[in-house]
Each structure stands twice: as C-alpha cells, then as structure tokens.
C-alpha cells in the first residue's frame, strides 16, 4: 500500500518561507509524477506545483516565481519551498504521486495545513 505522507507545514508571517516534504512508501517504484495541491477554506483544491520525470516543473499563475517544486528520486521524496508566502497561501496542502500510464493523481497525502497571516 503506498503512502504518502507531508511535512514542513506551520503558522508563519506574510514575506516568509517554509519548506514542505512529502515522502512515499510502502512501495519500490518511483513516481512518475508527484505534485502540491492545495485547498482554501470554501474553495476548491488546485493544483500549485508539479514534476514529472522529464520537462519543466510546472507552477500555477499565483505562486509562479515565488514557489519552487523539487524531487530526490532515490528517496521518493518531493519537495515545495514556498517563499515570498503571502496570506492567500493559506490552504491545506496536499501530495499527490502518479505512477507511469496513470491518467491522473491516484495517491494523495493527508494534508498539512499553511497559515500565512499579514
């Protein structure tokens, strides 16, 4: 059973940064693509950032230049640095891992709650 599990979310003041993990396991394949989502309180959960084994990371428009989206393949670990964090950041924030062939995210962490106040 695969298990994704975050870390690195908190409480910080708005220009501030924090770094998120998630890290999978109960598996030994590698992720073909990991990525963030995150979700506001009355609001949809979008997809921030992600990566897949080749091309470019992708950014969605609010966080672009300001986030950075990374991976350490042989931990299967991915990793948010968010910087410049404005109170808008203030989501939950979720992992999700894709295998190769999958059409889309099948596994998804617990959550990890962000906090960003002015």
């Known amino acids: 059973q695969v298990q994704l599990v975050e870390s690195g979310g908190g409480s910080v003041r708005a220009g501030d940064s924090l770094r998120l993990s998630c890290a999978a396991s109960?598996?030994?394949?590698?992720?073909?693509?990991m990525g963030w989502f995150r979700q506001a309180p009355g609001k949809e959960r979008d997809i921030v950032a992600s990566?897949?084994?080749?091309?470019?990371?992708y950014y969605s428009n609010p966080v672009k230049g300001r986030f950075t989206i990374s991976r350490d393949n042989a931990k299967n670990t991915v990793y948010l640095q968010m910087n410049s964090l404005k109170p808008e950041d203030t989501a939950v924030y979720y992992c999700?891992?894709?295998?190769?062939?999958?059409?889309?995210?099948?596994?998804w962490g617990q959550g990890t709650q962000v906090t960003v106040s002015s």
């Open positions: 999700a891992g894709m295998r190769n062939g999958a059409g889309s995210y099948e596994y």
């Open positions: 990566t897949r084994w080749s091309g470019s990371p």
């Open positions: 109960g598996h030994t394949f590698i992720m073909y693509a």
